[in-house]
């Protein structure tokens, strides 16, 4: 097994799409720079209004953990959170 | 809008596995050798027996289409059709 990949899958709520791609243009450009366990991690948007996913990959099960422990995390993901529609899902893919 | 992402489904038969995978780690280094247009090109397992995600990024449109048309995609690509279930699945998705 070679690194880590995770989709995650964030609803946001309709009033509040600007704010939540506001937020996560501080925060992509923050998990790049500040974590050296992270080769990927990009927004997208999806075919369904409001429905975006955010597509990472890390080395291994540490880097993920280094990562929501971060203070950029913690604190931008705060302000996400308010911007959300439901509970995120996430899909953990082992590298092959 | 910034860049293209892919999540590729692929269904693997069960007996194909590990040529499916071989064939993928040749052709995985010669996307990223040979892409400039490509900045991220990585196989996951996922919690289905079988089931594969390629999760891709790309600058634009016309970087997707010369990964499609490259050389290397078009020798390996055919290597890997004999090994799946069923169609690939392709989700594309617009970068923000």
């Known amino acids: 097994m070679s690194g880590i990949g995770i989709i995650a899958t964030l609803r946001v709520q309709p009033d509040k799409k600007a704010e939540f791609e506001a937020v996560f243009a501080e ?13 990927f991690y990009k927004l997208f948007r999806t075919a369904e209004a409001g ?24 604190t931008l993901g705060a302000k996400l959170g308010p911007c959300l529609a439901g509970a995120p899902e996430i899909e953990s893919l082992p590298g092959v």
């Open 51 to 74: 429905v975006y996913k955010v597509l990472e990959c890390y080395d291994d099960e540490a880097a993920v953990a280094a990562h929501r422990a971060s203070d950029h995390f913690r």
């Open 27 to 39: 925060l992509a450009p923050a998990v790049r720079a500040n974590e050296p366990g992270n080769s």
